[in-house]
């Protein structure tokens, strides 16, 4: 197969696939209605008339738009990069000390095999039922992954690398920078990474829970409607959602890494 | 088929292509029961696609091979294949004599004593008796390969086919081995098709050297090596028919510029 | 120059539990960090109770029968889930990492149904198949096959093609080598995604029960605990036994991985 052809299709397939998954679904729930599996056709609908009903100046986006999706992207975000700041500072702090390890992770093992909700209720005491809390508690999850993987690459950079930045007596602030730093960013990606997806579930579940507005309340009152094109539309709209952020890392994943893989040669 | 002199590999008019690019173009050659054989040339020189071709891993563009006179299409059953890379062709999760059985497995007619026997008899020949029950990766590279030598010689093949081997290991390591895979050769009967590109070693180890050419490659000459059976390390390397021979291989390897 | 690693001599018995004393320590000091916090510098503002009496709780709690039915129940729908969720995406992920055109079709697929999260899920699947143990089991299957689909795809597309070479060149088909090549190499890959699986099945049961009102399972008792407004004091050691729970599978998991592919780690260590 000689090169052209394949990077188109490359770029095609995944295009295909998503065709191919959209037909088959409309063919099947076309071919044997079920009320709790609409077609595509009327899920998008469902989706453009929730959110994307508005007037042109806005985009074409609704006022629904507006108060339920937009406070959830927030607090998604917020509460990613709060979990992931926290994580990384942490696992840095933690991993440069191999000598705390003995005590600190196994503490560190059982906080993070607690699941998500059963700390919902501690987080509601904590504070309260608005936004900080639903952010708080999507950074808890999002701290996790990348709290370990964070310790995991600190700890693991090549022995060459440190003995050489030693040798050539290069000062510690330096060090971090140039030789720690871009050898645990592979993991840390990697921590990012499931964070994002991390995020999106606690994300949901908080709004699942004294919440009056976001993509997970939008989902219960479907479902208390009995409305399932709107529930499945919620459902792909986290999809997209889902799939842009995680698009949005990698990409920005290539340039660093790529950036800091230079680097490293220089060194 | 009896008859030492008759072609046990017959290779004719090999050729392979990758895409547009012509890789092998027009190999010619034969093989006796217990010979030999080394082939040497620049890299590049599709050395390791001739003997993907040969052990059946790779399909030829156009060309025959022949086994015993009859036409080879698959992997032939009577061939084994030596890997450069030990580390990777080994299989880390088996064990030593795990590995060594694994061709065995597939073949019915053995029993599993008869199978035990021989993993045992084979890694006694390659000097690792005892190491059974250890895993490569608790082995050196020298004797990481040595089990992938023991694990085609389990198999009793007629055509020992080896890929560069000794070119991972450090160069007291490769004469050790090399010495062993003489000792081996001695031993066992079976005809041997050694691919390196070190000049030397393709002079020291076998009775006739094929020198090829850079891609599309050819089989530029066919030198049979003179020097006496018995070899050693340091004596046949001074003599001077072995640098002769050198010089030789290496004029055909340095001087073509096609 | 041959190295060949020695079987390591019997450690004594101080130097072997060093590491279970470090731990223990650790958590000393970190509950003792809690309390200070929660009684002197009133965090929480007094509806947190302080740590001692939620770790005692939680010890009465192991030997509740009435919590222990519930720990069952999670299990079990997890369990099922999770077996089914293996069912469907080890052998689908063995194919679809086996051929070049299938891998990247099915690499699209993956990354565009992966991020859906199985939580938003929860209302409708509620809704399809009720509040008991099917929905549970459902709702896992669907959330664990992504990740072990995806272990296995990419498992198996990576193996080396070196180590498949020589089971070819030894006269191994397709299927021999699938089965004696193949899926060894792929097992500690396709074991991390199990892992993860294990841990998202847990936090689906136990959102499902929290949302639905199910009869059985942690999320119920918590629902139930924090509801009765019996103090929180339950509800938290509810939780702490939900995370020591958590914490021993993933112990487990973990050593199971350990032993039983000892041969990744030290294959990297040797310098492959």
């Known amino acids: 197969m000689n090169s052209v052809a394949n990077r188109v299709l490359r770029v095609a397939l995944p295009l295909i696939v998503l065709a191919a998954v959209i037909g088959i679904w409309q063919l099947v729930t076309t071919l044997a209605p079920s009320f709790f599996f609409p077609t595509a056709t009327r899920i998008g609908d469902a989706i453009a008339d929730l959110y994307f009903s508005g007037p042109p100046e806005h985009f074409f986006l609704s006022d629904a738009f507006f108060s339920e999706v937009v406070p959830s992207l927030a607090r998604l975000f917020s509460g990613w990069a709060l979990g992931a700041l926290v994580g990384i500072i942490l696992g840095f702090v933690v991993g440069l000390l191999p000598r705390v390890a003995g005590y600190v992770d196994p503490v560190l093992q059982f906080l993070r095999s607690v699941p998500p909700p059963v700390i919902i209720p501690l987080y509601l005491i904590l504070f309260g039922i608005g936004d900080e809390m639903k952010v708080l508690f999507i950074a808890t999850g999002v701290l996790w992954p990348v709290l370990l993987n964070t310790i995991d690459g600190v700890r693991n950079v090549p022995t060459t690398q440190l003995d050489t930045a030693q040798a050539f007596k290069i000062r510690v602030p330096d060090r971090l920078l140039h030789v720690v730093l871009p050898a645990a960013l592979p993991k840390i990606f990697a921590g990012l990474t499931i964070g994002v997806a991390v995020a999106i579930v606690v994300m949901v579940l908080s709004e699942m829970f004294a919440a009056t507005n976001g993509i997970g309340y939008m989902l219960l009152q479907g479902q208390r409607g009995f409305r399932f094109p709107d529930m499945w539309g919620e459902v792909v709209l986290l999809g997209i959602i889902g799939f842009l952020f995680n698009t949005l890392l990698l990409f920005v994943e290539h340039r660093v890494l790529k950036w800091h893989r230079q680097s490293k040669g220089t060194i | 088929m009896s008859g030492s002199d008759r072609p046990l590999l017959e290779v004719r008019e090999l050729r392979h292509q990758y895409g547009s690019h012509e890789v092998i173009g027009g190999i010619n ?200 059976r018995a070899r050693d390390q340091f004596a046949t390397k001074a003599l001077p028919e072995f640098a002769a021979l050198r010089e030789e291989i290496a004029g055909h390897i340095l001087g073509r510029t096609t | ?132 143990i099917e929905m549970k089991v459902a709702l896992v299957a669907f959330a664990t096959t992504w990740p072990l689909l995806y272990n296995t795809i990419y498992g198996v597309h990576d193996v080396d093609p070196v180590a498949k070479d020589s089971a070819r060149a030894f006269g191994y088909g397709r299927f021999g080598v699938l089965a004696f090549v193949v899926l ?15 841990s998202i099945a847990l936090i689906v049961t136990i959102s499902a029960e929290m949302l639905a009102a199910s009869q059985h399972g942690i999320g119920r008792f918590i629902l139930l605990a924090n509801s009765a407004g019996i103090g929180y004091t339950t509800v938290f050691a509810a939780a702490t036994v939900a995370g020591l729970l958590g914490w021993l599978i993933n112990w487990a998991l973990e ?15 040797s310098g492959r």
């Open chain 2, 29 to 228: 050659l034969s093989l006796t029961p217990g010979e030999f054989v080394a082939i040497v040339g620049p890299s590049g020189a599709g050395k390791t696609t001739l003997l993907r071709t040969l052990s059946g891993l790779l399909r030829p563009t156009s060309g025959d091979i022949f086994m015993h006179g009859e036409k080879v299409d698959s992997v032939p059953s009577e061939l084994a294949m030596v890997f450069q890379d030990y580390s990777r062709s080994l299989f880390p999760w088996m064990t030593v004599a795990a590995n060594v059985n694994f061709p065995l497995r597939r073949m019915r007619q053995l029993s599993k004593a008869e199978r035990a026997e021989r993993v045992r008899e084979s890694l006694e020949s390659v000097g690792l008796a005892g190491t059974e029950r250890k895993y490569p990766w608790q082995l050196s590279g020298g004797m990481q390969q040595r089990v992938a030598i023991a694990r085609a010689l389990a198999y009793r093949p007629s055509v020992l086919l080896m890929d560069e081997p000794f070119a991972s290991v450090d160069a007291q390591t490769r004469m050790d081995l090399e010495d062993l895979i003489l000792r081996v050769w001695e031993t066992h009967p079976m005809t041997v098709l050694f691919v390196t590109h070190d000049i030397d070693e393709s002079v020291y180890l076998s009775q006739r050297v094929l020198v090829l050419s850079k891609s599309p490659t050819r089989v530029v000459r066919d030198i049979a090596v003179p020097l006496p």
């Open chain 3, 1 to 132: 120059m041959s190295s060949i690693a020695s079987s390591r001599p019997p450690r004594r018995f101080v130097e072997r539990t060093a590491g279970v004393r470090r731990a223990l320590l650790g958590f000393v000091g970190a509950i003792v960090l809690a309390e200070v916090a929660i009684r002197f510098f009133d965090l929480g503002g007094g509806y947190l109770p302080p740590i001692t009496e939620v770790l005692l709780r939680a010890a009465t709690l192991i030997f509740d029968p009435v919590f222990l039915v519930d720990v069952g129940a999670t299990l079990l729908a997890a369990l099922i889930g999770l077996v089914i969720g293996c069912l469907i995406a080890i052998p689908l992920g063995t194919l679809f990492g086996s051929s070049s055109l299938a891998f990247t079709a099915s690499r699209a697929l993956v990354e565009f149904l992966r991020p859906i999260p199985s939580t938003a899920l929860i209302p409708i699947v509620i809704l399809i198949l009720g509040q008991q």
């Open chain 3, 255 to 269: 050593r199971t991985q350990k032993r039983a592919f000892k041969w990744t780690a030290e294959a990297i260590g």
């Open chain 3, 184 to 198: 060894p190499s792929a097992a500690p890959f396709i074991f991390t995604g199990l892992r993860f699986a294990v």
